[in-house]
């Protein structure tokens, strides 16, 4: 298996994605702003810790399909949908294959269009997002995707309370 699909594969963490992802409850419920802050809207996040791993998973939908599972990956800097999504979506690609990097090394993958997706009941806005096999050799991880920071990084901020089972975006 090449480096960044080992990469993925550890990021996503196997067996920890198949438990507690069932419903998602209250999906972006808008929070009143407390005096001297700006409203914000609470996406419901899953967070499983197995085998000293602590992951939080959020619900994305793509083009008024899903919601598709993925990871909240703060630590990639592009975001990654799965090849079989992108596929049954029929999601354009860019054209062109782009590198992706992780701990263990670097390979070229090819990139997706996406105009229309959300985390929760949040625009994301336009993106291009890796298109990566998260299934690779048959092993099936639950993950359609991970959440990256090229992504999350355009709301400034974010909060990600893993007590509370909630990522909070500010509202637009």
């Known amino acids: 298996m090449p480096p960044v699909w ?21 999906e972006g419920e808008r929070q009143r702003p407390t005096p001297g802050s700006s409203a914000v809207r609470d996406v ?10 602590t992951l939080a998973l959020v619900p994305v939908s793509i083009q008024g399909h899903g919601p598709y599972v993925f990871v909240l990956d703060t630590g990639a800097s592009s975001s990654v949908v799965d090849d079989d999504v ?24 090819p990139f997706a269009r996406l105009a229309d997706w959300r985390v929760g009941d949040v625009e994301l806005g336009a993106s291009t997002p890796a298109v990566v096999d998260l299934d690779r050799n048959g092993k ?15 709301f400034g901020h974010i909060t990600v309370d893993y007590a509370g089972g909630k990522l909070r975006l500010p509202a637009s």
């Not at 099936?140 to 355009?154: C, E, Q, W």
């Open 86 to 109: 992108a596929s049954s979506l029929g999601l354009p690609r860019t054209g062109e294959k782009q590198t992706i990097s992780g701990v263990v090394g670097s390979e070229k993958v």
């Open 140 to 154: 099936r991880t639950g993950a359609k995707g991970l959440l990256g920071s090229d992504v999350l990084s355009r």
């Open 44 to 53: 419901p996040m899953k967070v499983i810790q197995r085998e000293g791993q």
């Open 6 to 26: 080992r990469l993925v594969v550890a990021v996503v963490g196997l067996s920890a994605l198949s438990a507690g992802c069932g419903g998602w409850g209250g």
